[in-house]
């Protein structure tokens, strides 16, 4: 009784924290920057280039939580974006349904080891980092795929006569032959005289059809989607806005090997860990689903409002854009099934 009076007299305190989409119940000054030490968000990503939007994404009033995306690169590659993306991270081998192999990715890794399909070719995390606002909401969908079936006169009597006691199965024989009998008898009268079992389901006033059936037939892959708006406050954010847009592009797109002219041969985009943080917190925030390593099947970039204006130019006489906003589309490489639900996915 008491924590529900603390919670509900704390969310009528903190409205308009609550309305301004931030964290309810911490004071301005406790929003600290979740990259900057002693935070235990920024003790996990020491060895990280963190691009994160906006730069105080931490210290504002109106957020304190944030998506973390996580880059992989595929080993077979030999392209870095800007030099700068080092090899020398986590290894990481994923699977076609199952974690990634690493055991320091605890997001990812699951005790039953359970594969299915196949093994990916490895990838290794990058020192790069992505941290963005979160948006007012995320959204997730868990699909079952159910489909019709059409249960037939002759599949119908196989199934009782295997389902029959065996001091019954001779009976059950008789039962099924005479009724598949029937069924093929008018088929095949159907067949030869078209019309036939027309005629005769019209004269009896019924009619013999296939029973349907709704049968499991299996499970749709995740899919996340986000949209971030850009407004730079400064000329460093959005240089960092660049820097952001530019990563996404590069990280989802193939590597040509070989010869540009000839070749046919590509390396695959490489793959996204997404995480969901607030500043209080090392870890993903329990709340929120987990995501599996996933694909960035789309991106879409919009530069410009109402209409197109832009900063003074920078040092290199380039103008920065007033407003920008981007569109991602995810898709999990992995199979969600009770086991990974269990574990929070």
């Not at 929003?31 to 990280?48: E, M, R, W, Y």
Request: proline letters at 4%; a neutral charge.
């Amino acid at each position: 009784m008491a924590f529900t009076a603390k919670f509900f007299s704390e969310g009528l305190r903190n409205k308009l924290g609550s309305v301004l989409g931030g964290r309810q119940g911490l004071p301005t000054d406790s929003l600290k920057d979740p990259f900057k030490s002693p935070s235990s968000v920024a003790q996990n990503n020491a060895d990280k280039q963190v691009l994160q939007y906006p730069l105080d994404i931490g210290g504002s009033p109106n957020q304190g939580h944030f998506i973390l995306f996580y880059v992989n690169t595929q080993d077979a590659g030999t392209l870095k974006y800007h030099g700068d993306v080092k090899r020398g991270g986590k290894k990481v081998a994923s699977f076609e349904n199952g974690e990634q192999s690493s055991s320091q990715l605890n997001n990812n890794a699951t005790s039953d080891g359970e594969v299915f399909t196949f093994q990916r070719a490895p990838t290794t995390r990058t020192n790069q980092l992505i941290a963005l606002y979160m948006p007012s909401t995320v959204e997730v969908t868990y699909a079952s795929q159910y489909e019709d079936k059409d249960i037939s006169v002759v599949g119908k009597a196989l199934t009782q006569v295997i389902d029959a006691p065996r001091d019954q199965k001779g009976k059950a024989i008789g039962e099924g032959v005479t009724e598949a009998g029937t069924e093929a008898a008018r088929t095949s009268m159907d067949a030869i005289a078209g019309g036939t079992k027309a005629i005769e389901f019209a004269r009896a006033g019924k009619v013999t059809m296939d029973r349907m059936e709704l049968i499991f037939s299996g499970v749709s892959k995740r899919e996340f989607n986000y949209n971030f708006k850009f407004l730079p406050k400064s000329l460093e954010e959005a240089k960092t806005i660049r820097e952001i847009i530019n990563t996404f592009k590069f990280h989802m797109l193939p590597e040509l090997v070989g010869d540009t002219g000839t070749s046919r041969d590509f390396v695959t985009p490489d793959t996204f860990d997404i995480e969901y943080h607030w500043v209080g917190a090392g870890e993903h925030n329990t709340y929120l689903n987990k995501v599996s390593t996933c694909v960035l099947q789309n991106f879409n970039v919009k530069y410009g409002g109402g209409r197109y204006s832009a900063h003074v130019a920078d040092e290199t006489n380039n103008t920065p854009p007033v407003e920008s906003e981007i569109s991602l589309s995810f898709k999990e490489l992995e199979l969600i099934t009770k086991t990974r639900a269990s574990q929070g996915f």
